[in-house]
């Protein structure tokens, strides 16, 4: 072994730490950004790695102009358009660019296992094994993830059924089996293996599709899981011990996420894999509110309760997130601490549609980390508190969820209604993205600020500070 290669093997394995150390930060959101950097650093090496491992042929790749230009082209392009989102992407668009990416991983991983196999007409059991894996799961991450972000996006955001659809599942996954099989028996056909990879593509839409929108960031978390164990399986297949590692974090991260999501959303990770959940029982969707009345409140009055309570909880929501008012959301926190009232911040496991979302985007606004409460943390003081402050939450806030029969049937959610009072703000009545209506707006303790969530808690800090200093 040359010099050149152990030093290859030593920075590809000083990328792999890299990803270990870095996951290991994003635990805490006070270590989070530098476990970002760590890990894109590590990228940085690992990519560095490669280059100089194609470069120098210690990989056994004939590298011409042409695939030079290819490769360095792709390299600025996916550079560029990575640079850019990232620049430009809003907090509430997060979960559907992590969709794409999901997507893209997935993608990329089908495609190397494809062009190897292409290239190698004899290839051992065992790496035919991981070939046909790596085609079928990335396909599947594929598929499914492109019709998660539409349904993020706004577009399907209902499930959609249509007669046949389970039993066509079915078979799409009795034809991927059957055909990976062949090939990992010997049978060397690309045209069956391109098959398989569209047959995978089709199981992945028939997946995703009957899916709720308000169980939509636990399939997140699965089909993350799903990319890494893709890119594990293409490390398999090129014997790259750094795509191993990097894929098995990803997958075993994605995995632990997922089972927590699902029990936080009350849902099995069973019914996750096969698809339909989120829609709701049998029984018919009760319309909340039957005829009662919805009442209002002026920001003076809604300052005055806030001012003059001894505990206040804040409920942030994706309405919050998509006006971007958790500047003013700590502005507003700050001001009633000064005046001596106990105030904490009420996080549901997917405020803001995405695991931790909220709790970056309050980090980012240097809302006191000890303020932050998960669910099962906060919910036995709601009934000591005085003034529940709902922005923009709606799903997660729900008292039907305590109901069967409906979407959110079941689905552990925030007990603002045992507060003493509630003041929701929210531009207008409109359902949350489990398309039913929210009937803590109907409680007689709640009364409603109508406005946007930047110009409310604005508003709101205008008050406190003219009417009590």
Request: aromatic share 6%.
């Amino acid at each position: 072994m040359s010099g050149l290669e152990i030093g290859i093997r030593f920075f590809s394995l000083f990328a792999a730490v890299c990803f270990v150390l870095g996951l290991h930060l994003m635990n805490s959101p006070a270590t989070a950004r530098r476990g970002n950097w760590i890990s894109a650093f590590g990228m940085l090496v690992a990519i560095v790695a490669a280059l100089v491992s194609v470069a120098t042929g210690q990989d056994g790749a004939h590298m011409n102009t042409a695939r030079w230009l290819v490769l360095i082209a792709g390299v600025l392009v996916g550079g560029a358009w990575g640079l850019y989102t990232a620049r430009t992407i809003a907090m509430t668009a997060m979960p559907q660019l992590v969709s794409l990416f999901n997507a893209v991983g997935g993608g990329a991983a089908a495609l190397i296992a494809i062009t190897d196999y292409n290239q190698h007409p004899h290839i051992p059991a065992g790496t035919a094994t991981a070939t046909v894996l790596d085609v079928v799961i990335g396909c599947v991450t594929f598929a499914g993830s492109l019709i998660a972000a539409a349904k993020l996006q706004g577009y399907w955001s209902q499930p959609v059924t249509f007669p046949g659809a389970r039993p066509a599942m079915a078979l799409a996954a009795l034809g991927f089996a059957g055909l990976g099989a062949w090939v990992i028996a010997g049978a060397h056909n690309v045209g069956v293996l391109v098959v398989v990879a569209l047959v995978a593509a089709a199981f992945g839409v028939l997946m995703v599709l009957p899916i709720g929108g308000a169980d939509m960031p636990v399939v997140i978390s699965l089909l993350n899981a799903f990319t890494g164990t893709a890119v594990a399986m293409a490390g398999f297949v090129l014997q790259n011990a750094t795509l191993v590692i990097a894929g098995a974090l990803v997958g075993a991260s994605g995995s632990i996420l997922t089972k927590l999501m699902a029990d936080a959303m009350n849902r099995s990770v069973v019914n996750i894999i096969a698809g339909g959940f989120g829609t709701g029982g049998s029984a018919a969707v009760e319309a909340a509110g039957g005829g009662e009345t919805v009442k209002s409140i002026a920001v003076d009055d809604a300052a005055l309760q806030l001012a003059y309570a001894n505990k206040v909880i804040i409920v942030p929501g994706y309405g919050l997130a998509a006006a971007q008012a958790q500047h003013e959301c700590q502005e507003l926190g700050k001001l009633l601490e000064e005046r001596g009232i106990e105030v904490s911040y009420a996080i549901h496991p997917v405020a803001g549609r995405m695991p931790g979302h909220m709790n970056v985007l309050l980090a980012e606004a240097n809302v006191p980390y000890d303020q932050l409460k998960e669910m099962d943390q906060v919910n036995p003081e709601f009934d000591r508190t005085d003034v529940a402050l709902v922005v923009g939450a709606n799903d997660v806030t729900n008292p039907a969820a305590r109901r069967p029969g409906n979407p959110v049937s079941g689905m552990p959610i925030l007990d603002v209604d045992h507060a003493k009072s509630i003041i929701v703000i929210k531009r207008s009545m409109a359902s949350g993205y489990a398309g039913i209506d929210n009937e803590l707006y109907t409680n007689p303790k709640t009364s409603m600020f109508f406005t946007d969530a930047k110009r409310g808690l604005a508003s709101l800090v205008a008050a406190t500070k003219t009417l009590v200093g």
